[in-house]
């Protein structure tokens, strides 16, 4: 089918199209949405068209699928939407002692971090605050990996230590 040929059928096909998407959305808004996106994908695929193929069953199929995929994607919004505004009142809802708990701890951490040697800090601060691999921080500082692994080691178990004794207090 040329492109002129589709023009000629065009408006004929927008309207059906339209009032399919009124009948699945019931308003109108959506429906020109629909009509549209339809009419933008045939325009699209019309030269592939073969002269005998029944377009009007054609632009049918593809405003149903129009709607069904406009459907699913503002649903998906919704939902979207939705877990964020759950995930908002969540943390809303965090109670002040949940907020005290959450900054005794972190206080609890940093000082049993501030414990350790100013290499171990260091080595242990690239690892858990900054995320980098031992590969990473044995590049990094020239330090073999070996050697990186095992301050580490030493590192956490001093820091474990710690906070053991702080929370047995």
Not at 7 to 14: I, K, N, P, T
Not at 27 to 44: K, P, R, S, V, Y
């Amino acid at each position: 089918m040329t492109r002129s040929e589709f023009e000629q059928m065009a408006v004929q096909l927008r309207t059906e199209v339209l009032n399919i998407g009124t009948a699945f959305f019931g308003n109108h808004e959506d429906a020109e949405d629909a009509a549209q996106e339809t009419m933008i994908q045939l325009w699209g695929y019309c030269e592939h068209i073969d002269s005998g193929r029944n377009v009007r069953a054609l632009a049918i199929r593809v405003a149903k699928n129009c709607c069904v995929s406009m459907h699913r994607r503002r649903q998906t919004e919704t939902r979207d939407i939705t877990q964020l505004s759950n995930l908002k009142s969540q943390i809303q809802e965090v109670s002040p002692q949940e907020h005290l708990e959450a900054t005794d701890a972190q206080r609890m951490i940093e000082q049993a971090i501030a414990l350790l040697k100013p290499r171990e800090r260091q080595l242990f601060e690239m690892r858990q605050l900054e995320g980098l691999s031992n590969d990473d921080i044995s590049r990094e500082t020239g330090i073999p990996k070996a050697s990186v692994t095992a301050m580490l080691s030493t590192a956490r178990k001093k820091v474990f230590e710690e906070l053991t004794k702080r929370m047995k207090q």
